[in-house]
């Protein structure tokens, strides 16, 4: 057997961050979450370390701690998704709120104190809203930088472009040049951009399959999917909604699950068209080194044979 890897989870809830939250907390065996950062996004800062915590909660895992960081990006005022999520963030079940307390500090001390005293290459950053904590983090202290073992992402899109404009992703979009200083870090990073993650979708069967759990958090999870899915429905006309960001722990437990290239990644900073894109080489047709392995493809009933499987343990 081996030893579950150590992560940090840096998130905006949002439902499917619920989602890959729920996931690693019952996927003990393979991952280790020593810490969860919160920071702003899809709501506004003060609801994504409550909603950190109300999933905790509701996974019965209250000895997590749960820190909360940025309540901005690096240099543009902060653009949230309520259109997506509601206005909670986590709007679809009806979930009471937490008890937990928020830990004392900041989170992006938290990530450097955490990573300055655990060993070298033994904690691996789980980013699934804008990367503001980590770059601040890598900003703050570049020694922690050769410290990560490694990034796993969830941002960006290539062949599907944009979903929050016409060329970009949400969670690159918000804080791009906070982006840029991650991608550009050196770290491995892994990332699970709109590609893939539009490939898997929430059907009616699979929402079935999590309700049929018939746990309180079988239960939640299949009234939040509902509730994310209605805007993706309306907008994209699929058969459900994508769950972007349970593809990074996902891909924690079963990487064989997902296919993709290593490439180079550059972040657009300064276009007004085009911010936060992810210019990612897939036709190697640069010679810019590779700095990332950029997902694109998944097997979608896999994921979600583990993700249904493995929900039902809490
Ligand atoms: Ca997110």
Redesign the pocket.
Known sequence: MTTPRKIIID????Q??AVAILLALASPEEIEVIGITAVA??VPLPLTHKNARIICELAGKTDIPVYAGCDRPLAHDLVTAEHVHGKTGLDGPNLPDPQMQLTDGHAVDYIIDTLRHEPSGTITLCP??PLTNIATAFQKAPDIIEKVQEIIL?GGAYFEVGNITPAAEF?IYVDPEAADIVFKSGVPIVVMPLDVTHKVLVTKQRNDAFRNIGTPVGIAVAKMTEFFERFDKEKYGSEGAPL??PCVTAYLIKPDLFKGRHVNVEIETNSDLTRGMTVADWWDVTDRPANALFIGDVDADGFFALLTERLARL
Do not use: A, V
């Open positions: 998130t905006d809830p949002g499917d961050d996004g899809n699934i809203g969830m969670n972007h960001d």
